[in-house]
């Protein structure tokens, strides 16, 4: 004998529904026991090329350049580093475009370098995923730059070795100088206290002889020239 119940459509419901929750715990679980990691959005990530030597001047400027290439979404922002701290915003300029797109370029440009600007820099993106750094850095140093300066010294007296010497009138000083200016020659015994014995004009070609008579009857005697 075979009987047969009649059930409710309100009952059929119900087991299915029971049904359908036993095989969502059931999915979960084998996803559990097979090792299935759960999805994880890609996190920002950029490649950074920074444009410069890695020297800049003491008191100069110098200009960086990045790029920033999001692989999820758009960029929101970019930011510049040197070390864990944010490039002050005080001495420098930040230039970017491609804020909105999978790619940005950023430059950053710093006038009154001091040594406190010297460090590792780099560019920091957003996206949706988060904030990445870029993968190029640069160590910047900074320098003192020492300027030479020649100066170029015309207005002197010189002594000429081959016209100097001891004559028959006396101790000869030939010298060369600025055509038309005064020379005032000087003597000594001992090198500390020095008497003028002459002082003459320069003829126009720079060419001047002057004779110590007094020097024959002297033992020795010291000679020095200048213009007043």
Excluded: E
Excluded at 112 to 130: D, W
């Amino acid at each position: 004998m075979v009987s047969f119940m009649r059930q409710t459509p309100y009952a059929l419901l119900k087991k299915a529904a029971l049904c359908l929750v036993f095989i969502g715990l059931l999915t979960t679980r084998a996803q559990a026991q097979l090792g299935i990691p759960p999805a994880v959005t890609t996190p920002i990530a950029l490649s950074g090329v920074l444009s410069l030597g890695n020297a800049a001047t003491n008191g100069g400027s110098f200009t960086l350049t990045a790029t920033a290439t999001s692989l999820t979404s758009s960029l929101k922002g970019v930011a510049w580093y040197c070390g864990s701290q944010p490039v002050p915003v005080g001495k420098c300029s930040v230039s970017t475009t491609g804020i909105g797109t999978l790619t940005a370029v950023s430059t950053l440009t710093m006038t009154g370098v001091t040594y406190t600007n010297a460090g590792q820099y780099s560019l920091h993106a957003t996206n949706s995923s988060g904030t990445g750094v870029s993968i190029g850095t640069l160590n910047l140093t900074v320098q003192n730059v020492v300027s030479t300066v020649v100066t170029t010294v015309t207005n002197v007296v010189s002594f000429v070795s081959s016209g100097t010497g001891m004559t028959d009138s006396g101790f000869r000083l030939r010298l060369t100088g600025p055509g038309g200016s005064n020379v005032v020659v000087q003597a000594s015994t001992d090198m500390v206290h020095w008497t003028s014995i002459a002082t003459n004009n320069i003829p126009g070609d720079g060419n001047y002889s002057y004779t110590d008579s007094t020097a024959k009857s002297r033992p020795g005697r010291f000679y020095r020239v200048y213009l007043p």
